[in-house]
């Protein structure tokens, strides 16, 4: 499947918001110089149109429906089940957010055409070359720090490095649809349980939206490989915390348009004073 190289920056459009967000995401990875391939994964209901603006960054767009799951599965996570087994309790969820569709992440397992695969949520943007990453075994992520240093225990999928593998794939949706299995943050808490002994990755490869204000002497915009937009998203016009993280909003929607994005290196970083609104 792949178009000639051994590794691929991967991610997944659901809805035509995340569409939003792969637009912005595919243009920060060309800016790096990569030569490796982009593959967008989307789900039947993302309609053409809205992943037309993708064609000039050249990615590979592949259709792939939900994950084969029981109907129990499916049942136990619907969004309302999800939600209220597992409120979030830190931020705002959008409207559009599906917990059933991120199981699709796992179809990364089944690029068997590649070496090595990056997979980023279509909510981030690559604000550096991070190619000497697809040196990093299976499984590595970041840490899912955004509150505090006691986040570091828990992974975030929104950026991870695998290695595809069809035997992989199948053992976890074995592993995935076990009888009465469910999974809280759902592929996240998946993979964490999958990989227990998960290589982590810099904090910066991951680097969450909310560090802006909660932990900001962790913010250091030359060292940030993956910018991570952790629950609002930075296109909602509703936005609860647009105040507190106008900087990194306005970032957002200079590498959507394309136009005067910044040297991210001379960016003014959080000052220990900000917090959220």
């Given at each position: 499947m792949s178009g000639g190289g051994a590794h691929a920056f991967v991610t997944l459009v659901t809805n035509a918001d995340y569409a939003m967000g792969a637009k912005a995401l595919c243009r920060s990875i060309r800016r790096t110089g990569t030569a490796a391939d982009i593959v967008v994964f989307h789900t039947p209901a993302v309609a053409m149109d809205a992943l037309a603006p993708l064609a000039e960054f050249g990615v590979r767009l592949v259709e792939t429906d939900l994950l084969p799951l029981s109907d129990a599965f499916n049942a136990r996570h619907a969004r309302r089940n999800v939600h209220a087994a597992a409120p979030f309790t830190k931020g705002r969820k959008p409207a559009f957010h599906s917990p059933l569709d991120n199981f699709c992440k796992l179809r990364l397992w089944q690029l068997t055409d590649y070496e090595?695969?990056?997979?980023?949520?279509?909510?981030?943007?690559?604000?550096?070359?991070?190619?000497?990453?697809?040196?990093?075994?299976?499984?590595?992520?970041?840490?899912?720090?955004?509150?505090?240093?006691?986040?570091?225990?828990?992974?975030?999928?929104?950026?991870?490095?695998?290695?595809?593998?069809?035997?992989?794939?199948?053992?976890?949706?074995?592993?995935?649809?076990?009888?009465?299995?469910?999974?809280?943050?759902?592929?996240?808490?998946?993979?964490?349980?999958?990989?227990?002994?998960?290589?982590?990755?810099?904090?910066?490869?991951?680097?969450?939206?909310?560090?802006?204000?909660?932990?900001?002497?962790?913010?250091?915009?030359?060292?940030?490989?993956?910018?991570?937009?952790?629950?609002?998203?930075?296109?909602?016009?509703?936005?609860?915390?647009?105040?507190?993280?106008?900087?990194?909003?306005?970032?957002?929607?200079?590498?959507?348009?394309?136009?005067?994005?910044?040297?991210?290196?001379?960016?003014?970083?959080?000052?220990?004073?900000?917090?959220?609104?």
């Open positions: 090595r695969c990056i997979f980023i949520d279509a909510d981030a943007l690559v604000l550096k070359n991070i190619d000497r990453f697809f040196a990093y075994p299976e499984f590595s992520a970041a840490p899912n720090v955004y509150e505090s240093l006691a986040d570091f225990h828990r992974l975030n999928s929104g950026v991870f490095v695998a290695k595809p593998s069809d035997e992989t794939f199948r053992a976890m949706l074995q592993r995935l649809d076990a009888p009465d299995a469910f999974w809280p943050r759902t592929d996240q808490s998946f993979l964490q349980a999958f990989f227990p002994d998960w290589h982590g990755l810099p904090v910066t490869m991951n680097m969450l939206q909310y560090v802006w204000f909660a932990l900001p002497a962790l913010w250091d915009w030359p060292s940030i490989g993956v910018l991570h937009y952790q629950y609002e998203k930075p296109w909602e016009t509703d936005h609860p915390k647009a105040e507190a993280l106008k900087p990194l909003i306005d970032l957002w929607h200079a590498f959507h348009d394309g136009s005067e994005i910044p040297d991210i290196a001379s960016l003014p970083g959080p000052t220990t004073s900000e917090r959220a609104g």
